[in-house]
């Protein structure tokens, strides 16, 4: 586990609270777009991740989604591996969405793998490409991609990322990196050495409990995060070791958490339910209309 990082929050805040007044205008066009129609009624566009149906196709993902009454979709994982990647080709990627507006649904989210770490910069900056592409032809207003555990694959890592900024910018795809063994403070640390405005914090409360066996309370690491948050994977955590369950059922303060991410400037936008307890499909269906009415209700 990569060293924690939280002793010099103070400095991180002065920088977030510079940095409060333009995180809503560093959001790409389409994704201030659903927040913007979505502010009657709730700043916040809660929804699911197609992981949260397990190994189901997409499809039931989307349609168990419309009966759990969410209007927003993170695009990740199904039965065939990632909804979309990469490697996906250009018409699958474009009927994908189409498929999500067929059921009255938005897309706001896009978590469709990453480049290849191990290869040359040169070749992950295309590889990394071709994804933002694929974002752009299903519709997906951002990209997320999970921080890397191997600490000597750092540099080149954040260094395609850098590349492709401006690439993502040029096709209204912002770039967002994810905790996923390394803490929100610690991926800030990247985000901050980038200093790019479509390169922001997808955080992952869930993740930061689970790869830090639960030492590391995500409220207090939401501390460092200030002007740099602009969506979350709503997931929670249970020992042992255990994301797969419904979120409020374990140890994160969800209500908590929120609130301190509003104070630091994230008062809009996705909060996309990533994992829901295992079972026959009406058992997810019902878990997923639950977290909804949860999460509306300690947002409202």
């Not at 002793?7 to 333009?22: K, P, Y």
């Not at 989604?65 to 990469?86: F, N, P, Q, W």
């Not at 993740?207 to 200030?226: F, I, S, W």
């Amino acid at each position: 586990m990569k060293k924690q990082k939280l002793d010099s929050i103070s400095r991180r805040q002065f920088i977030g609270s510079i940095m409060l007044v333009s995180t809503t205008s560093t959001l790409s066009g389409l994704l201030l777009s659903a927040c913007n129609t979505f502010s009657k009624t709730s700043p916040w566009l809660i929804g699911c991740y197609t992981r949260a149906w397990g190994s189901r196709n997409y499809l039931i993902a989307l349609d168990g989604m419309v009966e759990a009454g969410y209007k927003y979709v993170g695009l990740s994982t199904h039965d065939k591996g990632r909804v979309i990647d990469r490697d996906t080709a250009p018409d699958i990627a474009f009927q994908v969405g189409e498929e999500i507006k067929k059921r009255g649904l938005k897309l706001v989210a896009l978590s469709g793998g990453t480049f290849d770490s191990n290869a040359p910069v040169s070749q992950g900056i295309e590889q990394l490409k071709r994804l933002i592409d694929n974002a752009e032809r299903c519709g997906a207003p951002l990209i997320q991609l999970n921080d890397i555990a191997d600490q000597s694959l750092e540099p080149d890592f954040y260094k395609v990322i850098s590349e492709c900024c401006d690439y993502g910018l040029e096709k209204k795809v912002l770039i967002t990196v994810k905790p996923h063994g390394s803490t929100g403070a610690e991926c800030r640390e990247h985000v901050d050495r980038i200093n790019h405005k479509n390169f922001k914090l997808w955080y992952d409360p869930g993740n930061v409990a689970y790869y830090t066996e639960g030492k590391v309370d995500p409220v207090q690491d939401a501390e460092a995060l200030d002007g740099v948050v602009v969506g979350m994977a709503v997931k929670d955590f249970k020992q042992p070791k255990n994301v797969n369950i419904t979120p409020g059922t374990g140890i994160v303060d969800f209500e908590k958490l929120i609130t301190r991410l509003k104070k630091g400037g994230f008062s809009k936008g996705p909060l996309i339910v990533e994992q829901l307890a295992p079972g026959e499909l009406p058992f997810v269906n019902a878990e997923a209309r639950k977290v909804r009415e949860y999460l509306e209700g300690i947002t409202s």
